[in-house]
């Protein structure tokens, strides 16, 4: 199957700091990435969705100015959380959408474990 | 009423057994089906998709699709204890839609 890292896995950093999130669609191109948010024992929350080249579409409730979103190549899209808070500390998850013929699938990568102090 | 509903568990089968695992959803225009794995602390791992309705088969793995029913299962056979994770249904409506999931199952074999 196709392959999607991140980086980094986990991160720890204190309150007020920026922490950027990279999200790399391995093996494939993909136009579409997506961003989510997973509190322990929980679902999937989609933030934002990530088309290369343009702005990112957020979820209501979910503060572009704080999560910006930057999807600069087809390959690439991070995210950075601004002036993090230790509300912020979660699990991210990115996804790559993989498209052709029937197929219409996301691929996710292995996440970034976000701790702030 | 949820777009998506799974049985969130949790679910303790014996090694060996057969595991089913099924959602339903309430949007017809949903085209495309897929079964992920999440590991603890990692992220979802795609198991199986499917378009439209049918079965598809991998493995030890069967997913169906029931489009007249609004119903989606996953067949897990020979379960094994690396089987043990949450089980998440996704679909869309395809056309870079975004994947509405199901809370997930909390699966465990037993040895």
């Known amino acids: 199957g196709a392959v999607v890292s991140q980086h980094p896995s986990w991160v720890i950093c204190k309150s007020g700091t920026s922490v950027k999130i990279e999200c790399r669609s391995l093996d494939f191109q993909a136009t579409t990435m997506f961003w989510y948010r997973q509190f322990p024992k929980q679902s999937l929350m989609l933030m934002a969705t990530s088309n290369e080249g343009s702005k990112a579409t957020y979820e209501q409730g979910v503060e572009k100015d704080k999560f910006l979103i930057n999807h600069a190549s087809l390959t690439l899209s991070t995210l950075t959380v601004t002036s993090a808070h230790p509300e912020d500390s979660s699990f991210y998850i990115c996804?790559?959408?993989?498209?052709?013929?029937?197929?219409?699938?996301?691929?996710f990568g292995p996440g970034t474990r976000l701790l702030v102090l | 009423q949820k777009e998506v509903e799974q049985d969130p568990g949790p679910l303790s089968v014996p090694e060996g057994a057969i595991v089913s695992l099924n959602c339903t959803y309430s949007?017809?225009?949903?085209?495309?089906f897929m079964w992920y794995r999440q590991y603890s602390r990692k992220g979802p791992e795609l198991l199986m998709y499917?378009?439209?309705?049918g079965n598809k088969e991998d493995g030890r793995f069967t997913a169906q699709v029931d489009k007249s029913s609004k119903y989606i299962s996953l067949f897990i056979r020979d379960s094994q204890p690396s089987d043990s994770a949450t089980y998440l249904c996704a679909m869309s409506a395809g056309g870079a839609q975004k994947l509405v999931f199901g809370q997930g199952t909390r699966l465990t074999i037993n040895p």
């Open positions: 949007n017809s225009a949903f085209q495309y």
């Open positions: 996804s790559a959408r993989l498209a052709g013929g029937d197929q219409e699938t996301q691929y």
């Open positions: 499917t378009y439209s309705s």
